[in-house]
């Protein structure tokens, strides 16, 4: 399972750092991202990291998001800085990892909420 933390409330220009840790009986993890949903719209991908350590973004968070990954901790991360209000959302961690077979699995959300 993967499990999310880090959100909370914080003001425009501020930072937080988003966690997401999978746990089980995992023998590896291929592609890991966050995504987020804000009130009223469709869930976005936000950033994607390889197995390798190659990122990639949405133009939005470009610069000011970034995502990384600690492959010995099966755990994913997205430092955001500079935040905005426009970043309020649900964040949800997502990767496809190996169990009995490859797996799509998601986390619980943790709500970021960005006031002006």
């Known amino acids: 399972q993967l499990q999310a933390s880090g959100g909370g409330l914080v003001q425009a220009g501020g930072s937080l750092r988003l966690s997401c840790a999978a746990s089980?009986?995992?023998?590896?993890?291929?592609?890991m991202g966050w995504y987020r949903q804000a009130p009223g719209k469709q869930r976005e991908l936000v950033a994607t990291i390889t197995s390798g350590g190659s990122p990639a973004y949405i133009d939005p968070v470009k610069g000011r998001f970034t995502i990384s990954r600690d492959n010995a901790k099966n755990t994913l991360y997205l430092q955001m800085n500079s935040l905005k209000p426009e970043d309020t959302a649900v964040y949800y961690c997502?990767?496809?990892?190996?169990?009995?077979?490859?797996?799509?699995?998601w986390g619980q959300g943790t709500q970021v909420t960005v006031s002006s």
């Open positions: 997502n990767a496809v990892v190996l169990t009995t077979g490859w797996r799509e699995l």
């Open positions: 089980g009986s995992i023998f590896g993890i291929k592609a």
